[in-house]
């Protein structure tokens, strides 16, 4: 394994006086989709907004690509997308316009043809693509942002809750698009309270409690190199008996 | 009921703990307690200082020594409008128009000194009194109050919880509307309590002031119930916001100005100085009173002459003089009573026309409802200047009068150059006691009342249209 | 990235905006709205000016030819004197629908005279005109405030704050840029107008270049007030409601606060003193003896001393000499109500440091030369041209001269500025 794109070492951040992380610790490898898992409070978006560079550790690091998220936000996020829980676009705008707004927010040049290329691998529907984006549903929305995700070639992802409120046939759809990126090498940090959801995508699982890890799960790959899943049971009751404690 | 009550309740303890709502109906009521206090201060000093340059000018008058009548006619006399009493709640054209006018001969001059122009751009959205309190701040602060009234809990989801519970979406409306309608209530009271007050001291106001707060209370209601609708129909706070200051804004703030040039433009008035010219024009047609053989008096002489068969105006048993001088001013009086009732009729145009726009705009209904059963309105105003001039005229006359009958006409002729005709000419002063005071009253509160009748009519359509909106809103909230 | 690609950005995103676009349309609708009838009203304005000069002329004329003596002629004898608007009087009416702004005099006691009012319709003054500067000062606040109230929250709470952060690397530009664009929109919807219509109505590139600059001031305060909250921590619909809170104060109360307070600090002269004082002193003067009036006269004016006396019971040199008598003695009077209204003016001008609107519409009014200033300098010029007019007489008058009607052929014209 290389240098890990994401690298939380000894994690502490304070928020209006509380420590909502306390020495948390994880890394994420290019082409690996590591999970968060919490409960309500966990520090989940916490985690992904010291990410961004938005929030500062009182201690620890965050580093993304090589760059220290506190101390170089700028180039900390020209090597990542962030995708929010609701996922929301410009509703005055279309499909397309958000995506060129977006990539024109992040320095790039749009290219329709680009875009074209990364709509269609999203698998939005041709006629929504110029249509205001006020009557997207979140898959709808979610599959934009992951276009720009595509588009900006990124090396990490960072998602919020990307699943909550997407009806299955969404949810299969979205898995479908995050094997696609972590084919392309992509890091994924996902931070989620679906545990079944988190189980069928990711390659790791950290559950995350009163700040910091309590457990990390691993899925394993068979001889034949296809991923056996995290078992669900196993994390289900890990999470339970921690609940319990 | 009870289920309105309680939402009421609720409402109003949220308006009790939230800051902002605290801050709005403290800054509501002590706004309109310093309008009423500097509105009624300044009038009752305005009126006693007016009261009192009236005394001082007919003491004044009374007090000239003999001197020849036609010193009187250009001596003049000075009336001064008192402050109708409802003009403590409604200024109305006060400040803009001008409290004293000059009487005297020959002339029907304007009234003077106007208030407004000195401060005039602290004065352009309205002036202190509580009719402006009430007619265009309590407006904006019930919405500030209110805008989140339903729509807040429509954001929380509390609105549904609601519902679901069993309160009637009719008394959730109703409820929020009652609450909101509390404090627009408390902020009229002052209103009320004024009202009462001014009856008592007053009796013969006491329909005009209740018309004023009916039509107060009418367009307060209307925004309670219009504050409500738009919160009921909003699906965010800040749209609901947004919706009712640009209603405010073009209503109470666009519209009156708007009205005002389209009625300028449309209805074009002469200003004083054509007026004069052509007054003067016309004049020479009538001819200069001062000179007997002016071309416009031959007729006139020929036709005293024959009423009192003799050949020669000096053969008149009264002073000829006198008599041109009482012609002249009968007929420059009817010349420029011509002009101003044609002056009048064109503004009073130019204020239906802005009557008109209280049918886009409750605020303009309710302000010249208010101004016109206060009695100071442009009508009142004018009548107070026709008031002058029918004074003016008739002491003038009177003078006149004199000048025919007391003085000798071959004195009067050689006044110019003989000292002991002029001193002849000379008639006592106890002739000018006979100045009547002046007493200008506002029009008849029946007069004032009909003319207020057509916008209460447009005031309770407001009203009306806002029920029967609130009425489909709440029939609407219970279904979604 | 620089900022103007920032900007362009910004611009293209806002212009895809159908409600602010809307809201900008409306805006700029509204100031042409306003300078055209704002236009009307001045050129209606001059029309009736140019009507009336040439009536007065004509009229004046008429007396002159009429007249038997100079006295006579003096007395019947009136002259137009008026306040031209100024280039740019469109964009502020101001005072013209308050103050006269014509005026005929005649050689009698100026006092008399010189505060008569026009016959404007009060309930038109009472609504105040829908003009430019109306708009600058009072709408365009509100404007700005619904253009920016919602900038940052409206993000926030649509959850983008952070990916906008994370797209962007540097979201301080962008929200700069954003603000940056939005204001500019607001300040075009009022300049464009503004410069178009201007520059059609003559208003003089100078004078909208000052105008230019007090709204771009107001804009500038308006966005940093609106800002201010905007990027607070407050919910959206608390920032509007906050924000028309402040417009409340700024726009109506702190105005009428200072009204009051100016009220008591300088009560003003009654003008109806005024002319009581000059009546009583002027009709005294018939039954004095006539030394009383001509003493005191050529004490003050010692180039007409030499004038022959006067022995009859009625001259006209008298008559003028205690006109003029008549306004030397309400002088006092007169400079204090002038003092008075200068004063006001100045405290109305402290308190437009509290009240931004106050602030644009003077700063407007003073630019379109519709200001108290332009109105007592107005008085002033008729106060001028009165002497003039009294001095064409007195030569006449006091040398009797014999009366010829080419004599009066020198009658001064009131010159307009």
Request: charged content about 20%; some cysteine.
């Amino acid at each position: 394994m290389t240098t890990p794109s994401i690298v939380v070492k000894g994690l502490h951040v304070t928020r209006q006086g509380q420590e909502v992380l306390s020495d948390l610790n994880f890394q994420v490898a290019a082409g690996e989709v590591f999970a968060l898992l919490g409960g309500n409070g966990a520090g989940k978006s916490t985690t992904l907004l010291t990410c961004i560079g938005m929030l500062k550790p009182s201690a620890g690091s965050v580093t993304i690509c090589g760059h220290s998220a506190a101390d170089e936000p700028e180039a900390v996020r020209r090597s990542l997308a962030y995708l929010s829980e609701t996922a929301s676009l410009y509703e005055h705008l279309s499909a397309r316009e958000n995506l060129r707004y977006f990539l024109e927010l992040a320095g790039t040049k749009p290219d329709p043809v680009a875009i074209e290329q990364a709509l269609d691998t999203v698998s939005l529907q041709a006629d929504a693509r110029d249509r205001r984006s006020a009557g997207f549903s979140k898959g709808m929305r979610q599959k934009v942002a992951i276009a720009l995700a595509l588009l900006r070639k990124t090396p990490v992802l960072l998602l919020d809750e990307p699943t909550s409120g997407l009806d299955p046939v969404a949810v299969e759809e979205f898995n479908r698009l995050l094997i696609t990126l972590c084919q392309r090498d992509v890091a994924i940090l996902m931070v989620t309270h679906d545990l079944f959801g988190a189980c069928e995508v990711s390659s790791r699982i950290g559950l995350l409690r009163d700040g910091h890890l309590v457990n990390q799960f691993e899925a394993s790959r068979d001889v034949n190199g296809k991923l056996i899943h995290v078992d669900v049971n196993e994390v289900k009751r890990s999470f339970a008996g921690r609940e319990a404690a | 009921m009870t289920a309105i009550l309680h939402i009421a309740r609720g409402e109003w303890q949220h308006m009790l703990r939230t800051r902002l709502a605290v801050t709005i109906i403290v800054m509501l009521l002590a706004l309109i307690a310093v309008a009423a206090a500097s509105s009624a201060q300044q009038l009752v000093s305005e009126s006693q200082t007016r009261e009192a340059y009236q005394r001082e000018a007919e003491a004044t008058f009374r007090s000239q020594p003999a001197r020849h009548p036609h010193r009187m006619v250009h001596y003049g006399h000075y009336v001064f409008r008192t402050p109708a009493p409802l003009a403590v709640i409604d200024p109305g054209v006060d400040p803009f128009t001008g409290r004293s006018i000059f009487l005297e001969g020959h002339r029907r001059n304007t009234a003077a000194f106007a208030e407004a122009r000195e401060t005039s751009v602290l004065t352009r959205l309205g002036v202190v009194s509580p009719a402006f309190a009430l007619q265009v701040v309590a407006p904006l602060l019930l919405i500030l109050l209110g805008f989140t009234s339903v729509v807040r809990e429509r954001e929380r989801g509390t609105l549904l919880q609601l519902i679901a519970q069993g309160v009637p979406a009719r008394a959730l409306v109703l409820g929020k509307a009652a609450a909101i309608g509390s404090v627009a209530a408390l902020a009229s009271l002052p209103l009320l309590i004024g009202v009462m007050w001014l009856s008592i001291r007053h009796p013969t106001e006491a329909l005009p002031a209740l018309l004023v707060f009916a039509g107060h209370a009418t367009y307060l209601g209307f925004w309670v119930l219009l504050i409500t609708v738009v919160s009921a129909l909003a699906s965010k706070a800040r749209s609901a916001l947004i919706t009712l200051i640009i209603v405010w804004a073009a209503t109470t703030i666009l519209m009156p100005r708007i009205a005002a040039d389209v009625a300028a433009t449309a209805v074009t008035s002469q200003t004083q100085t054509e007026m004069d010219i052509l007054v003067q024009r016309d004049m020479r047609v009538v001819g200069d009173s001062h000179n007997i053989n002016d071309p416009g008096f031959r007729s006139f002489q020929d036709q005293v002459l024959e009423e009192y068969g003799v050949d020669r105006i000096e053969d008149l048993p009264v002073n000829y003089r006198g008599l041109v001088s009482l012609q002249g001013e009968a007929e420059g009086s009817a010349v420029m009573n011509q002009y101003a009732a044609e002056l009048h009729a064109t503004q009073r145009r130019q204020a239906t026309i802005i009557n008109l726009f209280a049918i886009a705009s409750p605020y303009l209904a309710v302000r010249n409802l208010s101004m016109r059963s206060a009695g100071t309105d442009l009508i009142n105003h004018q009548r107070f200047l026709d008031a002058a001039e029918a004074q003016r005229f008739e002491l003038i006359q009177q003078i006149n009068t004199v000048h025919a009958n007391e003085v000798l006409f071959a004195d009067d002729s050689a006044r110019s150059v003989d000292h002991e005709s002029e001193q002849r000419t000379r008639v006592s002063g106890d002739f000018w006691h006979r100045l009547q005071d002046f007493n200008f009253t506002p029009q008849p509160a029946s007069d004032r009342l009909l003319a207020a009748l057509p916008l209460g009519v447009v005031l309770a359509l407001w009203l009306l249209a806002a029920t029967v909106l609130i009425r489909r809103v709440a029939r609407k909230a219970g279904e979604a | 990235m620089s900022l103007i690609r920032n900007i362009q950005r910004e611009a293209r995103f806002v212009g895809a905006n159908r409600t602010t676009l809307a809201a900008c349309l409306a805006l700029a609708i509204m100031c042409l709205l306003a300078i055209v009838l704002g236009q009307a009203e001045i050129s209606r304005q001059n029309d009736t000016l140019e009507r009336t000069l040439s009536q007065s002329r004509v009229e004046l004329g008429e007396v002159f030819d009429a007249a038997t003596d100079y006295g006579g002629a003096a007395y019947s004898g009136f002259s137009l004197t008026y306040n031209a608007p100024a280039e740019a009087a469109f964009l502020a009416i101001g005072q013209r629908d308050l103050s006269p702004w014509m005026l005929r005099i005649r050689a009698l006691a100026l006092e008399g005279q010189i505060h008569e009012s026009d016959n404007f319709n009060p309930e038109l003054s009472l609504a105040g005109r829908f003009d430019y500067a109306f708009v600058i000062a009072f709408v365009l606040p509100l404007f700005i405030i619904v253009l920016l109230y919602d900038v940052y929250a409206a993000e926030r709470d649509a959850g983008r704050v952070a990916m906008l952060t994370a797209t962007a690397a540097r979201p301080g530009r962008v929200w700069l840029a954003r603000v940056l664009v939005l204001a500019s929109g607001a300040a075009l919807a009022c300049l464009l107008p503004l410069w178009l219509l201007g520059l059609v109505f003559g208003a003089g590139a100078g004078n909208l270049l000052s105008v230019t600059a007090v709204v771009l001031a107001n804009v500038v305060f308006w966005t940093l007030v609106t800002c201010a909250l905007a990027f607070g921590r407050w919910a959206a619909s608390v920032n509007a409601a906050v924000l028309t809170g402040i417009w409340l104060v700024l726009a109506l109360l702190v105005p009428l606060a200072g009204k009051i307070m100016i009220d008591r600090t300088v009560p003003g002269v009654d003008g109806a003193r005024i002319s009581l004082l000059q009546r009583e002193t002027v009709n005294g003067a018939w039954d004095l003896p006539k030394a009383a009036t001509m003493e005191p006269f050529y004490a003050s004016h010692p180039e007409w001393a030499h004038s022959a006396p006067i022995d009859e019971p009625f001259h006209w040199k008298w008559y003028y000499a205690f006109q003029q008598m008549g306004d030397e003695a309400a002088e006092p009077l007169s400079r204090a109500y002038r003092e008075a209204i200068r004063e006001r003016d100045a405290l109305t001008g402290q308190v437009a440091w509290l009240s931004p609107p106050v602030a644009v519409l003077r700063a407007i009014q003073n630019i379109a030369e519709t200001d108290m200033a332009s109105a007592l300098e107005y008085e002033m010029r008729i106060r001028d041209y009165h002497a003039q007019i009294r001095h064409f007489f007195y030569p006449l008058l006091f040398e009797e001269v014999p009366f010829e009607r080419k004599n009066l052929e020198g009658f001064p014209v009131f010159s307009a500025r």
